[in-house]
C-alpha cells in the first residue's frame, strides 16, 4: 500500500504570479489568501500575484509562500489526496507543520511574519552571507570549514549540495577553500543574511516567544522536523525545535531518507518551483515523486494518486 507524503520548499523558491491560479479556480484556496491578507495587513494579493519586489524580501517572502503553499494543499485534501506525514525544508516546515494539524493556516502564516522579521534584522546588512558548495559531501565540507571560525553548515539539501552560513569575510574564505579541496562550484545565495547559523541565535529565542503565544493542537499526522531529521508526534517538541531550527543546519537529505526508511515511497512536492523534486532526484530517483505548483497540475496528480 502505497505511503504518502507533502512535502514543502523554503525561501528562494518564491515567483511571481505564484498562488493567482489557485485563487481563480476555488473557492477555498481564495478564501484562504483573503483570510491571510486580513491578518497579514498588508496587500499579500499584489505581493504574490504580479512582479512585485516586496516578494524577495524575507518578511514578506515568508508568509506569503506559506500562503501559497497552504492554499495548495486545501485543494489537493479536497481531491481526497490526505499524506501519511509532513515535511518542509526550513520555512516550509511550518506549511508542514499546519498541514499536519499542529498549527492553525493563519497562525502559522502570523508566525512566519514574525519570523521573517527577526531572522531579517537579526545581524546587520551586509554581516552575514550564504553560499552553496557542489560537488562535495556533508562530512567533506564539515572538515574542510572546521578550523574556519564564524562559518557553519546551514542546509544538508542532497548529495553534491550543502550550503554554509556566516559571518560575510568567512564564508568568503571558507568558499576559497572548499575549492581548493576540491568543490566543484560554489554559489553565494541572494540572501539578507546568515541563516541557519548560531548568530541567529537570539531571533530563535524571540520566535519562541511568539510560538508560545499561539494555540499548538495535536498532531494528525507526524512530520518531520530539519533539525532532527525524526518525525514528531508530541505536539510539545514543537516549539522548542522551530526555536531552535532558525540557528541551527537544515538537515534535508536526512529528513528525506528518514521517510524513505520509514515505508513512505511517494511524495508530492507542493509549491512553486521544483527544488525539492530536484533534491530527490540526487537522494532517491527510485521514489514517485509529484509536483504541485499551478492549477494543472492538480488534475495531473489526483489522477496519479487518487
Known amino acids: ?51 512585485d519586489e516586496r516578494l524577495h524580501q524575507t518578511e514578506y517572502t515568508q508568509p506569503a509562500m506559506v ?7 486545501r485543494v489537493l485534501k479536497d481531491q481526497g489526496i490526505r499524506p501519511d506525514v509532513t515535511a518542509g525544508l526550513s520555512l516550509g516546515e511550518y506549511a508542514a507543520i499546519a498541514a499536519a494539524g499542529a498549527f492553525e493556516e493563519l ?5 512566519v511574519r514574525k519570523r521573517g522579521i527577526l531572522m531579517e534584522h537579526a545581524v546587520p546588512k551586509g554581516e552575514g552571507a550564504m553560499c552553496a558548495v557542489l560537488g562535495m559531501g556533508g562530512d567533506d565540507v564539515e572538515r574542510a570549514i572546521r578550523e574556519i571560525p564564524d562559518v557553519t553548515i546551514a542546509n544538508y539539501n542532497c548529495p553534491g549540495q550543502i550550503v554554509i552560513t556566516g559571518k560575510t569575510e568567512a564564508v568568503k574564505d571558507a568558499a576559497e577553500q572548499l575549492k581548493a579541496a576540491g568543490a566543484r562550484r560554489t554559489l553565494f545565495l541572494n540572501v539578507s543574511g546568515p541563516f541557519h547559523s548560531p548568530f541567529l541565535r537570539t531571533a530563535g529565542e524571540e520566535l519562541k516567544k511568539e510560538i508560545e503565544k499561539i494555540q499548538i493542537h495535536p498532531l494528525s499526522i507526524p512530520y518531520v522536523a530539519n ?54 532526484k540526487k537522494i532517491n530517483p527510485q521514489v514517485s515523486m509529484h509536483h504541485i505548483s499551478s492549477w494543472e497540475d492538480i488534475e495531473k496528480v489526483a489522477g496519479e494518486l487518487c
Open 1 to 51: 500500500m502505497r505511503k504518502l507524503a507533502f512535502i514543502y520548499p523554503g525561501q528562494g523558491a518564491q515567483i511571481a504570479g505564484m498562488g493567482a491560479d489557485f485563487y481563480e479556480n476555488s473557492q477555498r484556496a481564495g478564501e484562504l489568501f483573503d483570510k491571510a491578507e486580513e491578518v497579514l495587513g498588508f496587500d499579500l494579493k499584489k505581493i504574490c500575484f504580479e512582479e
Open 67 to 73: 500562503t501559497v503553499c497552504l492554499a495548495m494543499t
Open 107 to 111: 497562525d502559522a502564516i502570523r508566525l
Open 227 to 280: 533539525v532532527t531529521a525524526q518525525k514528531v508526534e508530541n505536539p510539545d517538541e514543537i516549539c522548542p525545535l522551530l526555536s531552535k531550527g532558525v540557528y541551527s543546519p537544515v538537515k534535508w537529505q536526512q529528513s528525506v531518507e528518514y521517510m524513505i526508511a520509514e515505508g513512505i515511497d511517494t511524495f508530492v512536492e507542493i509549491g512553486p518551483g521544483k527544488t525539492l523534486s530536484g533534491f530527490m
